[in-house]
């Protein structure tokens, strides 16, 4: 599976972001999908994951309500919507899959390394 993130840009706080992963190869809509984000001298962490059919999602703490993951297998594209956007929200966002993982091993086990990764994108909260 290859995966592209965009739609990353420079917002103000309080203000939105839609990023997508569009991804080619391998059957998409058998796999859970996750959305990480990494800023200098952290760890990646995941942040937003679905599962196969859209249905079941997990959300790290500090995201939650704000965010929302979603997916439309027809056009192989995962979302993340960001609203309420923070300063300390800015970081590169990666999207990332891999077989065998359910979307909360997504998030909270899947390291660079194993599985497919997209490029990041850049999210820039500031006034």
């Known amino acids: 599976v290859q995966l592209q993130a965009s739609g990353g840009g420079s917002v103000q706080p309080g203000g939105s972001l839609r990023l997508s992963c569009a991804a080619s190869g391998f059957a998409f809509e058998r796999l859970s999908v996750g959305w990480f984000r990494q800023t200098p001298g952290n760890e990646r962490e995941g942040i937003a994951c679905?599962?196969?059919?859209?249905?079941?999602?997990y959300y790290e703490e500090s995201v939650k309500g704000r965010f929302t993951v979603s997916r439309d297998n027809a056009k192989n594209t995962v979302y993340l919507q960001m609203d309420s956007l923070k300063p300390e929200d800015t970081a590169v966002y990666y999207c990332?899959?891999?077989?065998?993982?359910?979307?909360?091993?997504?998030?909270?086990?899947?390291?660079?390394?194993?599985?497919?990764w997209g490029q990041g994108t850049l999210v820039t909260v500031s006034s």
């Open positions: 990332a899959t891999a077989s065998g993982y359910g979307y909360g091993a997504i998030c909270l086990t899947l390291e660079p390394g194993h599985g497919s």
């Open positions: 679905v599962g196969e059919s859209g249905d079941d999602t």
